[in-house]
């Protein structure tokens, strides 16, 4: 199973990826756990990274694209992955199609969590509390909120034209989100 998932900041993209991830036995790629990580071990592309994900914007493309790259190289996505966090624009999108045909493996399935964006800032402000992620306070998410529309619903429209979109109702709990999603992608599934 090829899985994108799509969806606005607080959607559950990372939530509902890490039980997927035990589920169909595919490695989870997230590309904020993936910057979060060259931040923390304080590299040279953390530095560069860290201050623009804590203003809510976009890292830069080349960075993103040689991540997923380098990532994509392992072995361990040949039985398929579940991508969490990119594209975030069409440009990135273009470079997935790109990467993915060179690899001969398209992805199954583009699901978007929708949720209300009053949940969204709501969901986040949970997070900042318990965790205080530097990205989760409130003019950070305001900016991500304002990405997300600019940048990353054009995404969505595209591949909702290209017939390549399964929206899935992300309100309701951890479970119920989690049952829509299997759900959709079923019938990808069961074949393969
Ligand atoms: P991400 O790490 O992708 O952050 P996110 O959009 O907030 O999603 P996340 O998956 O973490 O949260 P979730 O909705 O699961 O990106 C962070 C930053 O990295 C970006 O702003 C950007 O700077 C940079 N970045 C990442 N990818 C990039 C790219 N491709 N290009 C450029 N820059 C990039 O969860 C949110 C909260 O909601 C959690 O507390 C969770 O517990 C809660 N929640 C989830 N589902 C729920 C439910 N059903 N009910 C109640 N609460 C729920």
Known sequence: ??????????SGKGTQATRLKEHLQVPHISTGDLLRAEVAAGSKLGLEAKEVMARGELVSDAILLGM??????????RNGFILDGY????????????????????????????????MLVERIAGRAKAEGRADDSPDAVRKRLEV???????????????GQLTVV???????????????????VKEVG
């Open 87 to 118: 594209p975030r624009n069409l440009a990135q999108a273009d470079a997935l199609d790109a990467l993915l045909g060179r690899l001969k493996a398209p992805f199954d399935f583009a699901v978007q969590l929708e949720c209300p964006t009053e």
């Open 169 to 187: 109702d992300g309100v309701g709990s951890l479970d119920e989100v989690f049952t829509r999603i299997l759900e959709a992608i079923a019938p």
């Open 68 to 77: 997923l790259e380098d990532r994509f190289s392992r072995d361990d996505t």
């Open 1 to 10: 199973m090829r899985l994108v998932l799509l969806g606005a900041p607080g």
């Open 148 to 162: 997300y529309t600019a940048s990353t619903a054009p995404v969505i429209d595209y591949y909702r034209q290209h």
